[in-house]
């Protein structure tokens, strides 16, 4: 044990929820973040809407924090435009979403971090196990493998977390996959629309605009997705859109909890936020909102100075979870 260097908390994913707990943490603490993403072209990005819902905005209130305008994009969003393929109702209603570009706003995140935390870049944890008084990290990093150790291990690495998997191996939670394109916006005018059509999907489907980019995107159940995204398509094109030429196309899970007992918070010392802990609105798929209220709320109880218990983050996460629990009972009528 004496010539390690055990940090208090390792931290796994710096999207919105990982990026942000790392902001909040005191000084005080030793803490090490391992996040996939890296500067280069090729590294990853998270496929997204790139739209900061309302509850987020509050978030954002909350931490004292404005935008740079680096990070929008063209246009800004007040109508949303909801479609039910199967029926033919189209309605307009007001929504008060920014629109942003998705892998600049984690990047900013990122580069809120102060310099007291440990940041490695393009590393890429694969597993961890526990030692007893402290977790031994494995990663792979600038292709080597690796071990970090750490008293905590807080799992902020999205809906595939490894840190989940490796906590739960057989635990489940029920998930879609998302495809999206991306076309040269050719419409007359920019838009955001929601879609549905439950021949294709329980869940639902979108077209936003971004710049000088339409995008087009739908969460299908895995089996024959990507015939149903072909069909979502050609029924577009009948209505109207223009989706000739796809410049790049993004596909990967996102979750979309069935029920209250399938969010996980974490076991032991570790401890999982935003979507690793199944944290995600299951009827809007809005997440932000979610990752950003429970880094808060764990990086609150980390403050404190004392040992951090799961029965204390259980506490500090109850409204959130109610209020998730709340959106279940609301996905049967929306969809
Ligand atoms: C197609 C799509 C559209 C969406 N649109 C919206 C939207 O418009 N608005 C909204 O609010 N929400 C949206 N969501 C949901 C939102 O993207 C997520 O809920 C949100 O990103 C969750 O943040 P997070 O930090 O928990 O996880 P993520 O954003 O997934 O971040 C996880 C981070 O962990 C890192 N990572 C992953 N695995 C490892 C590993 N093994 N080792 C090291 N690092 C790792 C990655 O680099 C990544 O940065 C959308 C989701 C999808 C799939």
Redesign the pocket.
Known sequence: MTDRYVFDVAV?????????FARLLNSSLKVIA????DDTEDS?R????????DD?QKCFARFGLTLPVGVLVNPQIFSVRTMDLVTGYERHYQRF?LNMD?HKF?CWLKSLIPESVDVHNG????GFKDLGDCYEIS?TENKTRKTYYARYIVG????????RHTLFPNHKIRSYL???QWFPDEHESPMYSCIFDKTLTDCYS?G?SKDNCFIV?G?FPARRARDKFRTLKEKLTKRGFKLDSPVKT?T????SPRHPWQFRIGRGRCFL?????G???PS????????FD??YRLAELFNNGKEVTLKDYRRATCLLRGKLVLKLLKKPFIT
């Open positions: 796994v994913g710096l999207g919105p929820a990982g990026a942000t391992l996040d996939k993403k990853f998270k496929p997204c809407g790139g739209l900061l819902a987020a979403y998705r984690d590393v890429s944890v694969s990663v902020a690495d999205g809906a595939n977390s490894v840190v998302a495809i999206q979108w936003v995107g969460a993004e990967c899970l996102v979750l936020i935003g979507e690793a802990a944290f995600i609105s809007s798929l809005e997440g932000m909102s979610y990752a429970s880094a």
